[in-house]
């Protein structure tokens, strides 16, 4: 758990260095609070146990994605029923709409994402990436572009801040999931 670990850390002390919206907290009872109908994964239990988001709400410069609690988790699945079974919807668009999926089943948790109808489409090969990515993220947007600075004077995403995100995402994720997840959250 060394590698989780190492993510939820570097999340949490990104989200208070930039003063993020929300908190995350340690769960004492995770069985009592889990909801008993939702699938869960070790890495899932070891991420609200230990790092649970009360109101986490990040700015992307364009969308704002809440993580959800382990309180909100059974409400954030409504509209989302025709997910498979070993899908639970951890995050979404402030909105709603652009679910962040675990899939609970696989190793290492992958994590997916959609957005309206559109088919699920992975974005991380496991929870502890995409939480990485996410801080990653977080770092480039609230750091160097302050925050709605990712975009140019034509409402065009700055290809500078495209190519960094991917310098700094495309070692952890990988080529071909960093191309969907910044479709996910630019696109």
Do not use: W
Request: charged share 25%; proline share 5%.
């Amino acid at each position: 758990m060394s590698d989780l670990e190492n993510a939820f850390e570097k999340l949490v002390s990104v989200c208070s260095k930039y003063a993020l919206t929300g908190h995350f907290n340690a769960v004492n009872e995770l069985n009592n609070l889990f909801p008993a109908s939702l699938p869960r994964s070790e890495e899932l239990d070891y991420f609200y146990k230990r790092y649970n988001p009360e109101g986490v709400v990040i700015e992307t410069g364009l969308t704002p994605i809440e993580l959800h609690s382990v309180n909100a988790l059974e409400k954030s699945q409504a509209g989302y029923g025709s997910l498979p079974d070993n899908y639970l919807v951890i995050g979404d668009d402030y909105g709603g709409g652009k679910p962040l999926i675990a899939v609970v089943d696989q190793k290492n948790t992958p994590v997916y994402a959609s957005y309206d109808v559109a088919q699920p489409f992975k974005i991380a090969d496991s929870l502890s990436d995409f939480i990485l990515s996410l801080a990653n993220l977080i770092e480039l947007v609230y750091g160097r572009y302050n925050i709605f600075e990712v975009f140019d004077d034509n409402d065009e995403i700055k290809e500078e801040f495209t190519e960094e995100l991917q310098r700094a995402l495309s070692p952890v994720i990988g080529d071909e999931n960093f191309v969907a997840f910044f479709d996910y959250f630019y696109g």
